[in-house]
Every structure is written in structure tokens, then in C-alpha cells.
């Protein structure tokens, strides 16, 4: 599967190719695509451990890190590429790490979309 026939199944997108890994569905919400198996990929590490997920920058060349990115959302609807594009449920990014930049974690505050919704 790919990204783009993952939009196009779960949200009725009609994309013919998607490369981003995130992807907006609300303001405060986006869905994430990518590996959570703690391989480090364009210098980020993703792992998950219980219903925390860690987002982490690892790589000694800052180059990667791009100096204007902007972290919009509040809420992410994780999906892991690692499980063959399986939704974990939705995130809350927890606002207390002080280096944002390059860690985050990720608490799950619902098992899917729908039931985030209707909370």
C-alpha cells in the first residue's frame, strides 16, 4: 500500500501520489504516515512504547532539521507503514517536553478516529 491509496481508501482522497508523511484533516488534527520500528530515517527515530509514541531526531547533521517547520497540530492520527499502513488511534502531543524541535511524545487519547470525534 502507499500513502496515497491509504488517503484514498480511509478518507476518500483521490490522489494518484502522496510522498508527505503527514497529511491535514482538521486544523488541530493530522494523519501521519510512517514507521514506528525505531530505524532512523532522514535523520528521525519513531518508536512506540505502550500508548506513547516517540518522535525523536537523532542525526548529527542539522541540515535535516528544518529551521522553519512549524508543528501545527495538537492531535495526530497515527498510522504505522511498519504494520502495512495500520491505525493506531489518535495522539495528543504532550506540550511539556521543552526541545520540541527535535523530541516529541505522542499519548494516545483515543483508539480511532471516529471515537475521537464523538469524545
Not at 514507521?35 to 525523536?56: H, Q
Not at 497540530?73 to 511539556?96: F, S, T
Request: with cysteine; proline share 1%; glycine share 4%.
Amino acid at each position: 500500500m502507499t500513502n496515497a491509496e491509504f488517503l484514498n481508501k480511509n478518507f476518500r482522497t483521490n490522489y494518484k501520489a502522496y510522498m508527505k508523511s503527514r497529511w491535514t484533516y482538521s486544523n488541530q488534527l493530522k494523519v501521519w504516515m510512517t514507521f514506528l520500528d525505531g530505524k532512523v530515517r532522514r535523520g528521525w527515530k519513531n518508536t512506540i512504547n505502550g500508548c506513547l509514541v516517540f518522535e525523536e531526531f537523532v542525526s548529527l547533521d542539522e541540515e535535516l532539521l528544518p529551521e522553519d517547520y512549524i508543528l501545527e497540530e495538537n492531535y495526530r492520527l497515527i498510522v504505522d507503514k511498519a504494520q502495512n499502513y495500520k491505525i493506531l488511534g489518535v495522539y495528543k502531543l504532550e506540550r511539556i517536553n521543552r526541545n520540541i524541535l527535535k523530541k516529541r511524545i505522542w499519548i494516545k487519547v483515543a483508539n480511532s478516529l471516529e471515537e475521537f470525534l464523538h469524545k
